[in-house]
């Protein structure tokens, strides 16, 4: 039982350039969540799934496309990467949908020249 | 909207010495309290909880408990342990948020020295 895992755990990209991220659950959640760590300012959320089949926009989602591939798997894309979008992207997921516990995985530093 | 405040880092101590960090919140409604904490270089865990008020989260020594008078969430360890070290993060989860997810504080961080 693995939890959350996330590829990949580092990254550098150049300003322009695109990526996906890729998160899986091993749990048989139903909801799954992406955030973004930035220093003084804690996690903040960019996307969320609560169910299968379901995406609905966070609080900084500008610049980042999701896909909830299954009920496992909740991609994260970055189309044209940019220097502010260098951060600590971590991936969770909870079940029933954002209640209480969020799991989470350890994290993709990215960082955007 | 739905914040969390907490005390800024980073918090030194001395091994054995007593903690409290402070997390106070604004929130519509009555929504369920946390402290994760994140050891370096890997993802939050969750430390304790507590979903209403008068309730008191413990784990692993940690507590906090719930006063809605004061809308306060206060961390405390009696007795810390270098392996301790780490960042602590206050959350709130609101129901006028439909659950989506969670509100974090910005994090403050834990030095325990030998």
């Known amino acids: 039982n693995a939890g959350v895992t996330q590829t990949p755990k580092f990254q550098v990209l150049k300003t322009g350039q695109s990526m996906t991220l890729q998160c899986a659950q091993d749990?048989?959640?139903?909801?799954m969540y992406w955030y973004r760590q930035d220093p003084g300012m804690g996690l903040r959320l960019i996307y969320y799934?609560?169910?299968?089949?379901?995406?609905d926009k966070g609080e900084v989602p500008n610049g980042y496309n999701v896909s909830r591939l299954n009920k496992r798997e909740f991609s994260l894309r970055l189309e044209s990467a940019a220097p502010s979008q260098t951060s600590v992207y971590f991936c969770a997921s909870s079940d029933p949908p954002g209640t209480y516990e969020q799991y989470f995985g350890p994290g993709t530093r990215l960082t955007v020249t | 909207g739905d914040s969390v405040t907490q005390m800024e880092g980073p918090v030194t101590l001395s091994e054995e010495a007593f903690l409290t960090i402070n997390c106070t919140y604004t929130?519509?409604?009555?929504?369920?309290l946390f402290w994760y904490v994140q050891y370096p270089g890997e993802g939050l865990q969750l430390l304790l909880k507590?979903?209403?008020?008068?309730d008191k989260g413990s784990n692993k020594g940690f507590e906090a408990t719930y006063r809605k008078e004061t809308t306060s969430f206060h961390l405390e360890k009696g007795s810390v342990q270098v392996s301790d070290s780490a960042v602590y993060f206050c959350?709130?989860?609101?129901?006028?948020?439909?659950?989506?997810?969670?509100?974090f504080g910005s994090g403050t961080r834990l030095q325990v020295q030998p």
């Open positions: 959350a709130l989860s609101s129901p006028d948020m439909g659950r989506r997810a969670l509100t």
């Open positions: 929130a519509t409604g009555y929504p369920s």
């Open positions: 507590a979903t209403k008020a008068d």
């Open positions: 799934s609560a169910s299968e089949g379901t995406t």
């Open positions: 749990m048989n959640h139903n909801s």
